[in-house]
């Protein structure tokens, strides 16, 4: 072979390895250099309580771990809008998606299990990112199917929009020494509708430490018991007016019955099929509160008719930086004003950076209105055990903390094998 013909084997060569190697026209191109397109699946952040369990129903998608690393954030928040309870889906863009938003609302049925709402939400969430899927690579592989519509019938609940709930959970620990033993049981019956809304609740509470010191046996018990209801009437979009009750007894508060009607009306200055997002509510009741003490009160009463009202203003807001809630409230009793409460709570999530997040929970009260407090005081035990109330002025709490998240930004799938938590508890649920 001469020299011409080696060197044109050797472009001929070379031409049909670039033929092999190059991908043929009209298939998919490295992309890693080009940041300006998209990658082949879409990039979604799930955020509110529980939310990242739906990350499964969306195979056409990749889960980010926070909200700079994704293309499209999805808020899933319970609500309640003119046509009652809901389950809210916030969709906004970002990036090359960015300014593109939409809302999509799904209603339970009246008695609706919890996994068929579970199923609908995912469901809705699926048909929320399809219009954004469409323009990633993946929507090649993506197939819509449509189900033929099943003709309306009568619905009849034979429960009237009724939902109950009934509890029991003991919690049993000791050592040779000590032993804590704890019950608590609970039965709700709620009805919900656009117009109206009925809460009731019965609950009971006990709890007893046993000690013994050097062949000292030392026991400390408190119990209580209550029975709430409410009722509410929603007027329209901003104003509801309604009343509230609650009967009981109490170690604690030395409470032998006490009893508490108090009617009570509501504005939301935001309509309230906004809450998901913000809410700024002024509520306002007063009513009487008829009370036996177990034990004469340092103002030697042992039984009395109160009446007291109170204010109260709480900002409820979403937003993409994070979350805010805060209310403060006051209260006195009319026949001495000076005998009264101020109260403030706040809780804060902001989000710093990508994946820091600054958590801060604060609250306190002023107390001037301690009108049950025992006139025998409380023992040793009662006090080291808080089993008994104890005078004082004020109350406060404050936490706060950093979370940082790092690593893969598409690692947030749910795994519940194995639980996620322990702990000793007896309960029983309907």
Same mark, same amino acid.
């Given at each position: 072979?001469?020299?011409?013909? *080696? $060197?044109? %084997?050797?472009?001929?060569?070379?031409?049909?390895?670039?033929?092999?190697?190059?991908?043929?026209?009209?298939?998919?191109?490295?992309?890693?250099?080009?940041?300006?397109?998209?990658?082949?699946?879409?990039?979604?952040?799930?955020?509110?309580?529980?939310?990242?369990?739906?990350?499964?129903?969306?195979?056409?998608?990749?889960?980010?771990? &926070?909200?700079?690393?994704?293309?499209?954030?999805?808020?899933?928040?319970?609500?309640? &809008?003119?046509?009652?309870?809901?389950? @809210?889906?916030?969709?906004?863009?970002?990036?090359?998606?960015?300014?593109?938003?939409?809302?999509?609302?799904?209603?339970?049925?009246?008695?609706?299990?919890?996994?068929?709402? #579970?199923?609908?939400?995912?469901?809705?969430?699926?048909?929320?990112?399809? +219009?954004?899927?469409? !323009?990633?690579?993946?929507?090649?592989?993506?197939?819509?199917?449509?189900? &033929?519509?099943?003709?309306?019938?009568?619905?009849?609940?034979?429960?009237?929009?009724?939902?109950?709930?009934?509890?029991?959970?003991?919690?049993?620990?000791?050592?040779?020494?000590? !032993?804590?033993?704890?019950? =608590?049981?609970?039965? @709700?019956?709620? #009805?919900?509708?656009?117009?109206?809304?009925?809460?009731?609740?019965?609950?009971?509470?006990?709890?007893?430490?046993?000690?013994?010191?050097?062949?000292?046996?030392?026991?400390?018990?408190?119990?209580?018991?209550?029975?709430?209801?409410?009722?509410?009437?929603?007027?329209?979009?901003?104003?509801?007016?309604?009343?509230?009750?609650?009967?009981?007894?109490?170690?604690?508060?030395?409470?032998?019955?006490?009893?508490?009607?108090?009617?009570?009306?509501?504005?939301?200055?935001?309509?309230?099929?906004?809450?998901?997002?913000?809410?700024?509510?002024? $509520?306002?009741?007063?009513?009487?509160?008829?009370?036996?003490? +177990?034990?004469?009160?340092?103002?030697?009463?042992?039984?009395?008719?109160?009446?007291?009202?109170?204010?109260?203003?709480?900002?409820?807001?979403?937003?993409?930086?994070?979350? $805010?809630?805060?209310?403060?409230?006051?209260? =006195?009793?009319?026949?001495?004003?000076?005998?009264?409460?101020? #109260? %403030?709570?706040? &809780?804060?999530?902001?989000?710093?950076?990508?994946?820091?997040?600054?958590?801060?929970?604060?609250?306190?009260?002023?107390?001037?209105?301690?009108?049950?407090?025992?006139?025998?005081?409380?023992?040793?035990?009662?006090? $080291?055990?808080? +089993?008994?109330?104890?005078?004082? *002025?004020?109350?406060?709490?404050?936490?706060?903390?950093?979370?940082?998240?790092?690593?893969?930004?598409?690692?947030?799938?749910?795994?519940?094998?194995?639980?996620?938590?322990?702990?000793?508890?007896?309960?029983?649920?309907?």
């Amino acid at each position: 072979m001469n020299r011409n013909t *080696g $060197l044109s %084997f050797f472009i001929a060569a070379a031409a049909l390895v670039l033929v092999l190697v190059s991908p043929p026209s009209g298939f998919p191109q490295d992309r890693s250099g080009d940041p300006a397109l998209p990658p082949d699946n879409l990039i979604v952040f799930l955020a509110g309580t529980g939310a990242a369990s739906y990350a499964l129903e969306i195979p056409f998608a990749e889960i980010a771990a &926070d909200p700079e690393s994704a293309q499209i954030v999805v808020e899933i928040t319970p609500g309640r &809008d003119g046509e009652g309870d809901c389950v @809210t889906l916030s969709f906004s863009g970002r990036g090359i998606f960015q300014g593109r938003a939409d809302t999509l609302t799904y209603h339970p049925g009246p008695g609706e299990p919890a996994e068929t709402t #579970r199923k609908e939400v995912g469901r809705l969430l699926q048909l929320g990112l399809v +219009r954004f899927a469409a !323009r990633t690579p993946s929507a090649g592989r993506i197939d819509v199917v449509f189900q &033929d519509q099943v003709k309306p019938t009568a619905v009849s609940d034979p429960w009237n929009f009724w939902v109950f709930s009934l509890s029991v959970n003991g919690f049993l620990s000791g050592q040779k020494a000590y !032993r804590s033993q704890s019950w =608590h049981g609970a039965a @709700t019956a709620n #009805r919900v509708t656009p117009e109206w809304k009925i809460r009731t609740a019965l609950e009971f509470n006990w709890d007893k430490n046993s000690y013994d010191y050097q062949g000292f046996l030392y026991e400390s018990a408190s119990e209580s018991r209550n029975a709430t209801g409410l009722i509410v009437w929603s007027l329209d979009d901003h104003w509801s007016i309604g009343v509230s009750a609650a009967a009981g007894d109490s170690t604690y508060n030395n409470y032998d019955f006490r009893l508490a009607v108090k009617p009570a009306v509501e504005f939301d200055v935001f309509p309230y099929a906004e809450s998901t997002k913000k809410q700024l509510c002024i $509520l306002y009741y007063a009513g009487p509160e008829f009370v036996r003490y +177990r034990e004469e009160t340092i103002f030697d009463k042992r039984r009395e008719t109160l009446w007291k009202e109170t204010l109260s203003i709480a900002l409820d807001l979403k937003r993409p930086w994070g979350s $805010l809630s805060a209310a403060l409230s006051g209260s =006195h009793y009319f026949h001495d004003f000076r005998k009264n409460r101020l #109260r %403030f709570e706040a &809780d804060i999530s902001w989000r710093i950076v990508q994946g820091l997040s600054l958590n801060i929970d604060v609250g306190g009260s002023r107390i001037r209105d301690q009108l049950a407090l025992a006139k025998g005081g409380a023992s040793l035990e009662e006090v $080291l055990l808080r +089993r008994r109330q104890l005078a004082t *002025g004020y109350d406060y709490y404050l936490s706060a903390g950093l979370s940082y998240t790092f690593g893969s930004v598409r690692g947030t799938l749910v795994n519940p094998r194995f639980g996620s938590g322990s702990g000793t508890s007896i309960s029983i649920r309907f």
